[in-house]
């Protein structure tokens, strides 16, 4: 059984930064694109970030050159650096990777519980 387990979500001050993580334990053959998505109360869930395999990424308009993910393999975990946060940053946090269990699997959406980040002074 595939899990993801996030990390590192709080209350920072605007301009302050924080550091997401998002690692997938379990059955794992292999791993397509890890992706950040977010959700604000009353709104629905939205892409914020996302890498392929090859390490190519995009950005939600909002967050370009303020926030940065990457991924670790080996580890079968990705992160989100969040630097310059604004209050509007504030929300559920929820990571989502594609992957496959068994190499005989289809492509299949796994995704985290989700972490709270909140932007307040």
């Known amino acids: 059984q595939v899990q993801l387990l996030e990390s590192g979500g709080g209350l920072v001050q605007p301009g302050g930064s924080l550091r997401l993580s998002c690692a997938a334990s379990g059955s794992i053959f292999s791993i397509n694109t890890m992706a950040w998505f977010r959700q604000a109360p009353g709104k629905q869930r939205a892409l914020v970030a996302a890498?392929?395999?090859?390490?190519?990424?995009n950005y939600v308009d909002s967050v370009k050159g303020r926030f940065t993910i990457s991924r670790d393999n080996a580890k079968n975990t990705v992160y989100l650096q969040m630097n310059s946060l604004k209050p509007d940053d504030t929300a559920g946090y929820y990571c989502?990777?594609?992957?496959?269990?068994?190499?005989?699997?289809?492509?299949?959406?796994?995704w985290g519980q989700g972490t709270q980040v909140t932007v307040s002074s």
């Open positions: 989502k990777m594609i992957l496959q269990p068994q190499n005989s699997d289809p492509w299949i959406n796994y």
């Open positions: 890498i392929t395999s090859g390490g190519n990424t």
